[in-house]
């Protein structure tokens, strides 16, 4: 039973348009979402992250968004730029547990 | 600082033998983590350790064992290996529950 979801396995957009990642959760409980990037034979670096008591936070290009009631999130990068391609995953945590639930993952290449 | 770092890098096993995975880090964080990728499957928990000497199951346990040696180190140990135990390994730290975690750069574990 997927927990996370990233229903996307790949995404392919064009040097300087928009990028646009989505997640859907099922479980209720999960009040705490990240976004990690991870580039060919490294680990998974933090990017960005949402507690559920907001709807949206932003960091430079990459702005998260969260819609509870529809239990998405997606992860927004303005523009995207050649360097930006990697593997995104989203995760779900819920308050006070130490275990990440992380989905499996959407490649996403950017063209020049 | 190194941040995270895994020994080895690479690592082929026959069937039934066993081995120990190393992580360290030096950003005295007190929450450390092992995570395996497979394929479509994004990463999944193998164990978890909160704090220097609590270790806790996480997802995917079985096979496995780790030992929280100290605030720096977390190992993993395969006692007899599968091939279903073929898979990049990945350890993480975090300071905090909800905080983000940082990742090594995996082990890649074959085993025929």
């Known amino acids: 039973d997927q927990q996370v979801k990233q229903n996307s396995p790949s995404l392919s957009v064009q040097e300087g348009r928009i990028s646009i990642l989505n997640c859907d959760y099922t479980n209720s409980m999960f009040d705490y979402f990240l976004w990690y990037k991870k580039y060919p034979a490294e680990g998974p670096t933090f990017l960005i992250s949402?507690?559920?008591?907001?709807d949206k936070n932003e960091d430079g290009r990459f702005t998260v968004f969260l819609n509870k009631s529809a239990k998405h999130l997606s992860l927004h990068i303005v523009p995207s730029q050649p360097g930006d391609s990697a593997v995104y995953f989203c995760a779900a945590t819920q308050g006070g547990s130490e275990k990440l639930v992380f989905g499996k993952g959407t490649k996403l290449t950017v063209n020049p | 600082n190194a941040g995270v770092t895994q020994t080895p890098k690479f690592q082929v096993l026959k069937t039934g033998q066993s081995m120990t995975l190393q992580c360290a880090q030096d950003m005295n964080h007190n929450s450390m983590y092992w995570y395996r990728q497979d394929p479509g499957m994004g990463l999944r928990l193998i164990y978890y350790s909160a704090s220097e000497g609590t270790t806790d199951k996480g997802e995917v346990p079985n096979g496995y064992n780790v030992s929280r040696l100290n605030k720096r180190e977390f190992s993993l140990r395969l006692e007899s290996a599968a091939p279903s135990q073929t898979s990049v390994y990945f350890c993480a730290s975090s300071e905090v529950t909800l905080g983000e975690q940082y990742f090594g750069p995996g082990t890649r574990l074959t085993v025929t």
């Open positions: 949402i507690s559920s008591i907001k």
